[in-house]
């Protein structure tokens, strides 16, 4: 039964970030779900059937609650509220790294979390359960206490945003390339460069928390972002790019004296990088963080 339970830890770290969008509160949620489990009397584990199943249903209800909080949380927040990135763990994790449970794929993109983002509660729960884990609509209502059809109706809406606000991603290759000469030209200080790969109406959103100076308000257009990132470039000499899988996609990291200080995630589509989000917040950075240093880069003047 120990060994049953402990192995449940990986399937309820994929949930849990998902319904949170963080790495650090996905993990604070499945600890409390244990906690509980091991608080329960022997005799009532003993009747527990499928004990996944049990901590499954109170890992989404703790979720339910601190996305519940974290709508007003979020309205106090300095600047954007971007979900935490996720390093490669096979690059950057350690055994003891709850990056090293994440199963990587289309769910953990920075663009399906940001759609996330947008739901209601219920709705992110309903949808995530059901679509992403394929649960049934009469597990999500046992966990939610509504009805089977509500959930439906919960999970549906949510669709209907996904839908609406999916775009077509370029192949990996392609995406891989395009970060790449992103890259490049920044280095290169290149806004020419920088504005023909970037997506006239490309948006760039940024979260440093209030910690790390970044802008508060997403920066539009295309020649507005090549223009911000090479005053950046201007700013904090010595800044070392790195290629990096951030979320299970082409990303950038931006180093200085070898520490992490930020993490850039692309939307590429038609070869052209249409969003580009950009955490700094040193609390969202620490499973890239192979020390404890924390590297504050100077925010230069915006035109926005």
Aim: hydrophobic residues 45%; charged residues 25%.
């Amino acid at each position: 039964m120990a060994d049953e339970i402990a192995g449940e830890r990986r399937q309820l770290i994929n949930v849990a970030y998902r319904l949170l969008g963080s790495l650090a509160e996905a993990e604070d949620a499945v600890q409390e779900a244990y906690a509980r489990w091991y608080a329960l009397p022997p005799a009532r584990r003993d009747e527990v059937v499928s004990p996944g199943a049990w901590l499954t249903t109170v890992t989404g209800r703790i979720c339910l609650d601190v996305l519940g909080s974290a709508r007003a949380r979020r309205e106090r927040y300095v600047g954007a509220w971007l979900p935490e990135p996720l390093p490669d763990h096979a690059e950057w994790g350690h055994a003891a790294d709850p990056a090293d449970q994440m199963v990587l794929d289309e769910s953990v993109g920075m663009a399906f979390l940001v759609v996330l983002e947008s739901m209601t509660p219920a709705e992110r729960v309903a949808f995530v359960l059901h679509d992403v884990f394929r649960y049934s609509f009469a597990e999500i209502a046992g966990l939610l206490g509504r009805t089977s059809a509500a959930c439906k109706q919960l999970a549906s809406s949510a669709r209907r945003r996904v839908h609406a606000a999916a775009r077509t991603p370029d192949p990996a290759a392609g995406q891989a390339d395009a970060v790449r000469r992103v890259k490049q030209a920044w280095e290169a200080k290149d806004i020419a460069a920088l504005v023909d790969l970037l997506d006239p109406a490309a948006v760039m959103t940024a979260d440093g928390g209030g910690t790390a100076g970044t802008v508060l308000h997403p920066i539009e257009g295309g020649a507005r972002i090549a223009r911000y990132m090479v005053a950046i470039a201007d700013k904090v000499p010595g800044l070392e790019l790195l290629e990096r899988s951030v979320n299970g996609a082409p990303g950038l990291v931006a180093r200085q004296a070898g520490v992490v200080g930020t993490v850039a995630s692309f939307e590429v589509a038609d070869g052209r990088v249409t969003r580009i989000w950009v955490v700094r917040n040193p609390d969202k950075l620490r499973p890239w963080a192979r020390n404890d240093r924390t590297v504050y880069l100077p925010t230069p003047p915006s035109d926005t």
